[in-house]
């Protein structure tokens, strides 16, 4: 704004003070120059920093927390105490340390201790009875229970006996059961993906020595040994968490909101760029000079805004990951759990009009398609009298009349998206989200006297441009009248009933000839985009005044101390617990308690059938069912998963347990290899493979890293730990910059623990002490290698693993994902489907009411939104690692994934907008019930409500392409998409004049508009998924053809 760019004038001129006149003119002092070009310039590296890097102040807080935790775990080893506490484990407790993610906001934090906390304790009883079976093995077997022998040590001062195959063979069956387990249950509810994989590090450390302990003293101390040492590394990350550079999950929240309204503003502005840009430009086919100076096809500023919706769109995501632990956290605060909850959504509201706009140019697109207008020439500045054809001359005239439109529409358009900007601002300052713009940056040159942003009184100046906008809309329709020569008196919007005006002779044409249609949706269009402006604009005055509301009530004002409820607390630990696969559509449950209104809910709702048993009747059947639920868990993907993880687990671990070869495994540390296989594994071979390459790759640097750490000081150990700490803020950085590559960032930090922390143990404790466990002592420059074998090894192991006996791959589940997509795609077109209708009606009631059908509507909109959004943010992601399964046979088609997948994203950003546009008939009703004086309205929800402005036949057609892509089946015969613009002609036919210029200027018209255009965008996807469909499973033909002898064309069909 033009106030920021006087700021370092204005503080110039005051910091100089008064200066020498030249001639009259006043010149600030010489010496300051430098002293001010510095002040400049480090703003500008700053931000350049950040702007490469991503590191800002808070991110650096968070690198220097995570790389904090396991650098005072190592260092507290110098200590005498510490070291004879831990002996030869206290390398653990640094990796526990990484492992507890200490960078993680507080709520999220506690949570994820908590698990670690419980699981590690039941993991080291089932250890417990573990290693108790395999001592009974031992004593069962031996006269001579006293032995003590020569196979290793498990820890300083424990003596263990020679080896016993029972205890061996006892050890192993457990460890097979205990990494099943484990990685079953990882499986199933990946939300303990971390916990599962410190459990496995418990299990196979403590199993490596099971068979050797000759009696349950033994085998207790070792284990008591363990736990110390996994429970410190979480006591150290939880201090280092909850009290270096604290992090609040309310902050994050908070920072999330800013950036929300950030990128808002920055969506707007973009929106705006692309309008100007519509002035000059062939819309239907616009281009663009690249850097290499070539004309290509494509809207720079379309992109931008495009690239602008994308980054909100993550950026929404993201919050909504946030929100539920910034709600369930105690803390001093303004805003409580509820607050933070409506704001959101308020948020979430206004996003969703400005998505409509971002998908302008898509519409300009699917127009020239339809036409079969040539995208890749400009007549932008191309004349009429140049012309060839019919075609090319409507062209032409479309692209003349719209650069005449956006003209006209500039004025309108730049006002009231600075209104939106100059709102959001406003709502920023209120939640003390940005800072309270000085009193000097008012602009007094135009002697602006209105509130500004953050001031008293400006809600009541939004409301006022907002009105005046929506009154200019009456000017924009009178000018496209008499562009398309429609001639108007001067008050015909005042009374058009009872108004003449001169029709031209194209408006006495039938309703589908060309120029009609032609003209009427550009008048759509024009619609369009001033419906949705006006609705972000409407949508953020809501906004302004909940805001308002909380700073009157004072709650903005005062911090006091915030605690969830009890209900929000029993929520948690069922969404802590819970799975999500086995539900009945968690995704699309709604409250169904008792009350006024029911909503009742379909067959899809509730839990599937199953078309062999009918429900249990008797006890007997009940209580056998609970067979069937154990039959279908072992023949569940995840208990595959468990299975594949637990023989690549144990085809190495065998070593161990082998008379001949269990003194080798120990010394040479092979267990390492072991431990990879068990955390590292994924279901899928693609998905497998990346991650087994990144850790690699991650291994290999961070190994060279340790040597720089430990050489470059000559192995002081004060230097030596200084490295490390620096050195591992590489890897927090992968971890919150890069989640991309994540496996890097996690493995390296374990890797350099591992090494330095592994050699600065031996230096404290002395190599008699450390190789007392029957690991043979190497220098850091062989140790730093055998880390970089064990873990190639293992993971080449668990790759085999991974495709034998057959491979679990991406293409699979990406069909998979398709399918769940698809049908939830049918739901929430099913949903909107009903709330269409019911708006239609006037049957949606107090929205704000938890019993109205209208709450429960929407609540159910939302809930199966997420689920679409994030399904379809995953199969995205699932299909990037298509490219790194191993191919055989036929190459996957991934460009047809990829184009359905985008195509269904399209279909659902159209569903939202047509629910949307839907939304404006609630709101033109009054709490009576009655429309607001508006008989015009009456009419149309009448005709709209007979002529379905939604289909079922949609909703049936989404779940047959759910159906066959899930199966791999072929698609039913004669399937079709409904055709678009049949309920324009449909309402002319029931209706001529509902449609006519004399309503143009009536509320629900621009609703209409945008469902119209909304609708023909969304059938125009949904073709474009079923030819998709249709290319990947077939169709099912089941037609007679009688096809001549003569001729080799099918001459008849029956």
Known sequence: MDHNSRTPEYRSNSRNGPGHEVDGVQQPPARNDHRRSMKELLPSLKQRWTAVTGIDRRTYMQMFKGALAPTVAIAAYQATSYADTFTTIGYLVGVMAVLSFPIQPR???????????????????????????????????????????????????????????????????????????????????????????ILAIFANVSMVYAPQFSSMALAQSFAQRLLEAFLTGFAISTACSLIVFPLTSRQVVFNDMSGYIVSLRGAIKANLDYMHSLEDTDVFAPHRVNTAGEEVAGSKEADAFKDKMHGLAALHGKTSTDLPFAKREVAIGRLGPDDLQKVFRMLRIVMLPVLGLSCMSDVFQRIAEERGWDRAKSFANIPLSEAHGEEEKMRIESVIEWHGLMKRLREPFESISNTIDEGLEHVAILLQLAPTPSRWSVDEENNVSDPRPGEKGFSAIYDRRAIAFLDSKKEMLRAWCAMHDIELPGDFFHNPDCKDFKAPPWMNHASLSKDRKRLRRQLFMCLYMEFLLFNTARRVGDLILHVEELQASGKLKRNRLVVPGYKRLRKWVKSTIASREGEAHDDQQIDTETNNTNVYLGEAYKQKKDPEHLPPANA?????????????????????????????????????????????????????????????????????????????????????????????????????????????????????????????????????????????????????????????????????????????????????????????????????????????????YSVVHESVRTRLRGGEGDITLKDSPGYKLDKARQKVYSRCSTVLTGLRTQASFVKFDIPIGGKFPRERYQAIIAQMQSALDFMVLVSLASSAFNDLQQPDGRDHGSEWLANFRRLVDDAHVTSEAITTLLALMSASVSNGSALPPYLRVPEPYQLTQRLDEMDRDILSVRHIAEPGYSSFAVIQIGTKCMLDDLRKILAGVKELVGELDFSYHVVSTADSAREDSV
């Not at 089932?126 to 001592?135: D, G, H, P, R, W």
């Not at 192993?172 to 599962?196: C, D, E, H, N, V």
């Not at 068990?678 to 390459?693: E, H, K, W």
Request: proline share 4%; glycine share 8%.
């Open 107 to 197: 709520a999220k934090f506690l949570q994820t201790m908590l698990v670690n906390l419980l699981t590690t304790c039941l993991g080291c009883a089932v250890t417990l009875l573990a290693m108790y079976c395999s001592v009974r093995a031992r004593l069962n077997t031996e006269s001579n229970t006293a032995a003590s022998g020569s196979s290793a040590a498990a820890a300083a001062g424990i003596a263990t006996s020679p080896y016993n195959p029972s205890a061996s063979a006892v050890a192993g069956i457990w460890l097979f059961a205990m990494i099943y387990a484990i990685s079953a249950f990882r499986a199933k509810r990946p939300q303990f993906t971390i916990p599962g994989i």
């Open 620 to 828: 007997w059947e009940r209580g056998s069912d609970l067979l069937r639920v154990v039959a279908h868990f072992l023949a569940s993907p995840a208990s595959n998963f468990g299975a594949r993880v637990a023989c690549a687990t144990l085809s190495i671990a065998i070593v161990g347990y082998l008379r001949d070869t269990q003194a080798f495994f120990t010394t040479q540390r092979i267990f390492w290899a072991q431990i990879m296989i068990s955390i590292s594994m994924n279901p899928s071979a693609g998905q497998s493979l990346r991650n087994f390459v990144l850790r690699i790759l991650g291994t290999f640097v961070f190994m060279l890293l340790s040597w720089v750490a430990f050489y470059i000081v000559d192995g002081k150990t004060a230097g030596v730990l200084v490295f490390y700490f620096i050195f591992l803020h590489l890897g927090v950085y992968v971890i919150l910059k890069r989640p991309e590559i994540l496996p890097v960032g996690m493995i390296g930090q374990i890797t350099i623990t591992l090494i330095l922390g592994y050699e600065l143990q031996v230096r404290q404790i002395g190599v008699e002490v450390a190789t007392s466990n029957g690991q043979a002592y190497y220098p850091i420059y062989i140790l730093a290698p055998i880390r970089l074998a064990t873990v190639c090894g293992g993971l080449f192991l668990a790759w085999i693993w991974t495709v034998f006996p057959y491979p679990i791959t991406e293409h699979s589940q990406l069909r998979q994902g398709l399918g769940r997509s698809l049908y939830l795609l049918a739901n929430y």
